[in-house]
């Protein structure tokens, strides 16, 4: 008998990994997911429909009203996907590990030919399946803001990008609050925790910062154009670590610079480089999830001692 | 590969508790060995050790000819294991719950249905194929568990109180399904607390108390391994005094019990041998001590059990 080392490709892993086969046999029975799904749009199409009512009665069909109307629209689906994707997307992760340790099913999956990676994976998918799903469902309703005129493809493109790469880092880390802990409890509270830091634990942070430094100049006068850009730098890379500001902040860099990467600004007299805070959000969610996932998956290995 | 379990020096602690000490064992290939031991004695530690689910504090463990700790997988691929308490999946009917699990152990999909069903035959779940899993009953969802660790076709079983819990006649069911699978050339490895059930199931017993391995062989074995303290009853027409004036003097005799027992009546025990009880017999004769009987107490399994057991366990 030899060996043989069992790597599944990631090809094998989507296809017919068990995990995620069991959790979307389970989680897709009975009418429980279609009723959430058809709840959730039957709600967002409404919401929409007394914004776009609004407008007409107040502006009249076309004219900057509508354009209006649509930049509401979107912004409103963009905020619900937000909410869906910071808090739904790690609830639906932290229960995944922990559930079945308090069920005691987690040994009987240990002790079989299951690879850590190929669980964590198979974890990841069944509950971003159905999280990605209400996000892309939501899709075609933001697309009437096309219609109205208040949104470009780019907009909507980078957007949906930004909130799907958010989707998989925040679901990888209420996975990794799963792994880590004993119970689904204390997992959820840790997800949470995490979650409600990152959105508003910065910007609170950020805030702070702003209130000292600018204590600071007014104390000491005037600052170089040096300090001045480097706070900036922070500024905009702090807010690359946060959803909702990266969103925020790169629309306007969009609206007023008319730039999506790059663009200068004059600090003190000094022409700075500056960049729209998108790309460095994709890239720091990206690391942040493969690093999260690399920690579920040594956990998951751990023989316990 | 006759030995497919070969325990070394194997020690596992919890902080300042010794779960297990220093055990060494060896199980052959097609052994049906029940592991024995009253609460707390190490069964369940040493049976997760063996499953790679436990670190070792010290010594090693081999399945099947692979290290547990160097080589996980290949060990895995050797056993079922069926856990003391487990849980099973809500929303999932009995056919693929084990269709999870042998798509777990990398069974295709084309074998898996007709292996399905031989394994609910074997369980005797056929007719609950389409049912959902949480609706069985706690024996059924045992059976369902015995057949989960038969998806792979291991080698070797590691069954922990696989009758708990069950009532008598499904613990007789339990015992003909193991009979079952040893028949199939599998080698069982199971914990218990009751020694008598088990007794006519195993090829060989091993018993732990305190982290420790008490005894380990087959019945006769252990029993004969107890004869070195046998306890004898006697009987004799009229007073027993000169009888026990014989017996004080007599080598081998130990703890000779007269009182709250008939005055006709004595008890003690004996550690020589028969040639030797059979001279103190017509010793006692040749005295004219007018004997009625003359008999060995019968040791049944559970005073084995107890007496091998002495109550360690705090
Ligand atoms: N995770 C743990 N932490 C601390 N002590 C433990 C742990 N697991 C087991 N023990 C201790 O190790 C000893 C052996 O436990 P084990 O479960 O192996 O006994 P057992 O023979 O299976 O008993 P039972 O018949 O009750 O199932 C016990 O004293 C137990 O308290
Ligand atoms: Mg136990």
Redesign the interface.
């Known amino acids: 008998?030899t060996?043989l080392?069992?790597k599944p490709t990631l090809w094998h892993t989507l296809r017919?990994n068990?995990v995620t086969?069991?959790e979307l046999?389970?989680r897709m029975?009975g009418r429980r997911a279609f009723v959430v799904l058809t709840v959730y749009l039957l709600f967002m199409s409404l919401f929409l429909a007394l914004i776009y009512l609004a407008y007409l009665t107040t502006s009249g069909p076309g004219g900057s009203g509508a354009r209006d109307a649509g930049k509401i629209m979107f912004t409103a689906v963009l905020g619900m996907q937000i909410f869906l994707v910071i808090f739904i997307a790690p609830a639906f992760t932290a229960s995944a590990i922990s559930g079945e340790k308090e069920?005691?099913?987690y040994?009987?999956?240990?002790?079989?030919?299951?690879s850590p990676s190929a669980f964590v994976l198979g974890k990841l998918l069944s509950a971003l399946s159905y999280v990605v799903l209400l996000i892309l469902a939501s899709v075609p309703l933001q697309s009437i803001s096309f219609l109205l005129g208040g949104l470009s493809p780019e907009e909507l493109i980078i957007s949906q990008i930004l909130i799907l790469v958010a989707a998989v880092t925040f679901a990888l880390y209420g996975l990794y609050c799963s792994a880590r802990m004993k119970t689904t409890l204390a997992a959820i509270i840790a997800a949470y925790g995490g979650a409600l830091f990152v959105t508003f634990g910065t910007p609170l942070i950020a805030v702070l910062i702003t209130l000292i430094t600018g204590a600071a100049f007014i104390t000491t006068g005037t600052v170089g154009w040096v300090t001045e850009a480097t706070l900036t730098y922070l500024g905009l890379t702090l807010s690359a670590t946060n959803l909702p500001a990266t969103l925020v902040l790169s629309e306007t860099i969009l609206q007023q610079e008319n730039t999506l990467l790059f663009y200068t600004q004059s600090i003190r007299g000094h022409s700075v480089w500056l960049f729209s805070p998108w790309p460095l959000f994709i890239l720091l969610y990206a690391l942040a999830a493969w690093l999260l996932y690399r920690a579920c998956v040594r956990h998951v290995r751990r023989?316990?001692? | 590969m006759s030995n497919i379990i070969e325990i070394e020096g194997l020690s596992k602690r919890y902080g300042d508790l010794v779960a297990l000490n220093d055990l060494n064992l060896t199980i052959d290939q097609g052994a049906v060995v029940g592991f024995i031991g009253p609460n707390g004695a190490g069964k369940t530690t040493t049976m997760r050790i063996l499953t790679t689910l436990l670190q070792p504090s010290s010594g090693t463990a081999r399945v099947a000819g692979y290290d547990v700790a160097q080589n996980p997988d290949a060990v895995r691929r050797a056993i079922g294991y069926m856990p003391d308490f487990f849980g099973v999946y809500d929303d999932m009917k009995v056919w693929e719950y084990l269709d999870f699990f042998a798509a777990c152990y990398d069974i295709p999909p084309a074998t898996r249905h007709g292996m399905i069903d031989d394994l609910l035959g074997l369980v005797d779940l056929g007719h609950k194929k389409e049912q959902y899993v949480e609706g069985l009953s706690r024996g059924m969802k045992q059976r369902l568990c015995l057949a989960r660790t038969l998806t792979h076709d291991p080698q070797l079983l590691i069954l922990d109180e696989p009758a708990s819990g069950l009532d008598p006649r499904a613990r007789i069911e339990m015992r003909e399904l193991l009979r079952e699978l040893q028949n199939m050339g599998k080698t069982i490895f199971f914990s218990s607390h009751i020694l008598s059930e088990i007794a006519d199931v195993c090829t060989s017993i091993a018993i732990l108390e305190a982290g420790n391995l008490v005894a380990h062989g087959n019945i006769e074995q252990i029993r004969r391994q107890l004869r070195a303290n046998r306890t004898i009853h006697v009987r004799l027409l009229g007073e027993r005094e000169p009888l026990v004036n014989l017996l004080q003097t007599s080598p081998g005799v130990v703890h000779l019990q007269t009182d709250d027992l008939p005055a006709d009546s004595l008890r003690f025990d004996f550690s020589g041998d028969d040639v030797a009880l059979s001279e103190l017999i017509q010793t006692a004769v040749s005295h004219h001590i007018p004997l009625v009987s003359f008999r060995e107490e019968e040791h049944d399994l559970e005073d084995v059990f107890l007496q091998l057991t002495k109550g360690v366990v705090n």
Do not use: A, F, G, H
């Open positions: 008998m060996n080392p069992l017919q068990p086969l069991k046999r389970s029975r069920r005691q099913t040994d009987l999956l240990r002790t079989t030919l299951l023989i316990s001692d």
